[in-house]
Nanobody, 123 residues
Framework: HVQLVESGGGSVQAGGSLTLSCAHS????????LGWFRQSPGKQREAVAV???????YYSVSVKGRFTISQDDDKTTAWLQMNSLKSEDTAMYYC?????????????????WGQGTQVTVSS
């Protein structure tokens, strides 16, 4: 499994920005995609953004155009740049990794998870 540690969460007013970081142990060719997920109380966890090893990105409809997922060339850090934050973005955000041949669109393919970082957006 890949070790993942999130940071960068915090409290911000609506319309503000935050950047989350996901530091992960080098994984060579064993990871096919990294994803950011979020979960708020009483709601199911949802995928927010995914990046594949070739740099292809996917976003949920609710964050497209506001959030950007990226990764460094060494593949040791991934980021989630969040702009124009809304109160409904309030959640615990998790970084997760799926295997090389995984279906990046399936949450159950993500076998390595970080502990999460809290994002709170006040209106």
């Amino acid at each position: 499994h890949v070790q993942l540690v999130e940071s960068g969460g915090g409290s911000v007013q609506a319309g503000g920005s935050l950047t989350l970081s996901c530091a992960h142990s080098p994984y060579g060719g064993s990871v096919g995609c990294l994803g950011w997920f979020r979960q708020s109380p009483g709601k199911q966890r949802e995928a927010v953004a995914v990046i594949e090893t070739d740099g292809t990105t996917y976003y949920s409809v609710s964050v497209k155009g506001r959030f950007t997922i990226s990764q460094d060339d060494d593949k040791t850090t991934a980021w989630l740049q969040m702009n124009s934050l809304k109160s409904e973005d309030t959640a615990m955000y998790y970084c997760a990794a799926a295997g090389f041949r995984a279906d990046c669109g399936r949450e159950d393919e993500y076998r390595s998870w970080g502990q999460g970082t809290q994002v709170t957006v006040s209106s």
